[in-house]
């Protein structure tokens, strides 16, 4: 063999090895680009699947906050239409303390004052229904500007009371109130 035979076979092995590692980096820059494209593909899906969380959260607060919002609007204007409410059986209650229901009603408290707290009873009235007041002598009876109507009593020693005033009754009743007012309003 002469010498170009072999320069020509080393130049065709050379050729071969070159072809075959282009070939070899062809397929790994083939594979490289496809797992890139994966790896984008999937951080994209990721990214996208934690953005619509967020903002189904972003929403979701946004929801809640209005509700909170609304339900605080709607507490405070039944709570403005109750307490209107009750101003007018308020404001109309000393024309009901003229009648004899009242004085039946006033007679009632007493009798149970003094049945429950017993001899000595110091009962309190508004000023007006001081005359209303049938107790017996050991008794005592005060009045109290601050009592729209209704009594307070108190035994011999002070150390049991009763409040059965308009301002205790209409608290005491002011929720079933509320209730019944929902009631109707829906």
Same mark, same amino acid.
């Given at each position: 063999m002469a010498m170009e035979d072999i320069i020509s076979k080393i130049k &065709?092995?050379?050729?071969? &090895?070159?072809?075959?590692?282009?070939s070899d980096a062809e397929s790994k820059i083939q594979q490289i680009n496809t797992e890139k494209s994966k790896t984008i593909s999937d951080y994209q899906s990721q990214m996208e699947a934690k953005l619509k969380i967020e903002l189904q959260q972003i929403k979701s607060q946004s929801d809640s906050k209005a509700n909170i919002d609304s339900r605080s609007i709607y507490n405070k204007a039944l709570e403005e239409k109750l307490n209107e409410g009750f101003k007018t059986i308020q404001d109309n209650f000393s024309d009901f303390c003229k009648t004899d229901a009242y004085k039946d009603i006033l007679g009632s408290l007493v009798k149970e004052a003094l049945k429950e707290l017993g001899s000595g009873t110091t009962i309190i009235v508004n000023p007006r229904d001081k005359d209303l007041i049938k107790a017996p002598k050991t008794s005592k009876?005060? *009045? %109290? &500007?601050? @009592?729209?109507?209704?009594?307070?009593?108190?035994?011999?020693?002070?150390?049991?009371?009763? %409040? &059965?005033?308009?301002? %205790? @009754?209409?608290?005491? *009743?002011k929720d079933k109130i509320a209730i019944e007012f929902l009631k109707f309003i829906k």
């Open positions: &065709e092995n050379a050729n071969a &090895e070159i072809e075959k590692a282009n009876i005060k *009045v %109290d &500007e601050s @009592i729209s109507g209704g009594i307070r009593a108190l035994s011999k020693d002070g150390s049991m009371g009763i %409040d &059965e005033t308009l301002n %205790d @009754i209409l608290d005491s *009743v």
